[in-house]
């Protein structure tokens, strides 16, 4: 399979690895970016490589607890400038479809569309709103949580970054406890709540990168396979602490565990976390053509 010239551009893009690097592995791999990201990783040359890619595009993420029904809503709609998300009128659109999201519960973003909104359905609204704003917006993903427990939103840097969180057995004046639990997600992206929950093939994908990694180093020569394996076992342990968040070092304190610090506060459920735009690209121009399109349609 061959590859072109920004493919090689986007595998150094997630990757962080260098150009050549990167020619080479997709070289070596036949064009496939998968296999190339896996090679860089076993080669030393990058870190794990993020399925979602670089975040391009421009929008909000926020939150919405439902006071009547409890229903907890992370939500993310996008548009095509920084200036329009910014703007108190998109907030205020993320803002409405969260409320009905808690309040109806839709499957998906096909049914949030049907929902009622201020008179119309949320589809017309988001057309309206299109029309008024004059960008392009579109509901992007959404995720609800239903409890008889307690729920914690975080938003960062005003939407960049929306966290959830479910805690079930909450303690009076824990509180504190759970915001921070928030901020954790925030800023060091778990991907599980406990290594009980990294599925098989996870851990056998990296297994197979450490091993590899091992063999591919020169002080390992002479240790057998065998051996090798187990010093893999035992890395796992470094695998875990940084991809499950009950095994993550908390960020106020690292000489403690998230665990730790929990304690029996309360008992951590599940938790989501958005990323505004996350595996999204946004289109962009030269400015001379950008402006030479602009006189040109001037002219007609």
Do not use: W
Request: aromatic share 6%.
């Amino acid at each position: 399979m061959a590859f072109t010239a920004k493919d090689v551009v986007e595998l150094r893009d997630k990757s962080g690895a260098g150009m050549l690097d990167c020619k080479k592995a997709l070289t070596d791999a036949n064009g496939d970016m998968e296999k190339a990201a896996e090679l860089l990783r076993e080669r030393g040359i990058a870190k794990a490589v993020k399925k979602e890619g670089r975040i391009a595009a421009e929008g909000v993420v926020g939150a919405y607890v439902c006071a009547k029904c409890g229903a907890g809503v992370l939500l993310e709609i996008n548009c095509e400038s920084d200036f329009v998300s910014r703007g108190e009128k998109f907030h205020g659109i993320v803002d409405s479809v969260a409320k009905v999201v808690a309040e109806n519960k839709p499957a998906d973003v096909d049914a949030l569309l049907n929902c009622k909104l201020e008179g119309a359905t949320v589809k017309d609204f988001i057309t309206n709103a299109t029309a008024v704003i004059g960008e392009k917006i579109s509901i992007r993903r959404f995720v609800i949580f239903e409890t008889k427990g307690k729920i914690e939103t975080y938003i960062h840097m005003g939407g960049k970054v929306g966290v959830m969180v479910e805690a079930e057995n909450f303690k009076a004046g824990a509180e504190e406890s759970l915001h921070d639990v928030a901020l954790q997600i925030a800023a060091s992206k778990p991907s599980y709540l406990v290594p009980s929950e990294v599925p098989a093939e996870v851990l056998e994908k990296e297994k197979e990168i450490m091993l590899v990694q091992m063999q591919n180093d020169p002080k390992n020569a002479n240790k057998s396979k065998e051996i090798l394996e187990k010093i893999v076992a035992g890395k796992l342990g470094k695998y875990y602490s940084e991809n499950c968040l009950m095994e993550q070092a908390f960020v106020k304190d690292d000489s403690q565990k998230v665990s730790a610090v929990i304690g029996d506060k309360f008992k951590v459920v599940r938790f989501a976390r958005f990323e505004m735009g996350e595996g999204l690209e946004k289109k962009s121009e030269n400015l001379q053509d950008e402006v030479a399109k602009q006189i040109e349609a001037i002219k007609k």
